[in-house]
């Protein structure tokens, strides 16, 4: 099991950066698929990024390619997201979560196990 702790969110103008960091427990980080997820007032959570065990694969919904990078340090149990020229359209609660085994359907909430508790973003216009 692995429990998820997210930080880094807050109040930024639009065409700022931020960068979100989640914190993992335990200590099989390395073997978990991790994934950032965003759910905004009335709407449904949805797919931001997701990245392999080690790093080298990582996947973005077209609405942040090219604004915001996952990353992963596996020696400090952490993934994370740097989110550059923010939009107002961005603001959301940001989670994180964790998978135990590859699916290809990484864009759906069913395929993770683990979630964090969410870390607010708000960007101002």
């Known amino acids: 099991q692995v429990q998820l702790v997210e930080s880094g969110g807050r109040l930024v103008q639009a065409g700022g950066s931020l960068r979100l960091s989640c914190a993992a427990s335990g200590r099989t980080f390395s073997t978990y698929y991790m994934g950032w997820f965003r759910q905004a007032p009335g709407k449904e959570r949805e797919f931001v990024a997701a990245i392999s065990r080690i790093g080298i694969g990582t996947d973005y919904a077209d609405s942040v390619k090219d604004r915001f990078t996952i990353s992963r340090d596996n020696a400090k149990n952490t993934v994370y997201l740097q989110m550059n020229s923010l939009k107002p359209e961005d603001t959301a609660v940001y989670y994180c979560?964790?998978?135990?085994?590859?699916?290809?359907?990484?864009?759906?909430?069913?395929?993770?196990?683990?979630w964090g508790q969410g870390t607010q973003v708000t960007v101002s216009s």
């Open positions: 979560a964790a998978s135990e085994t590859y699916s290809s359907e990484i864009y759906y909430t069913r395929s993770y196990d683990y």
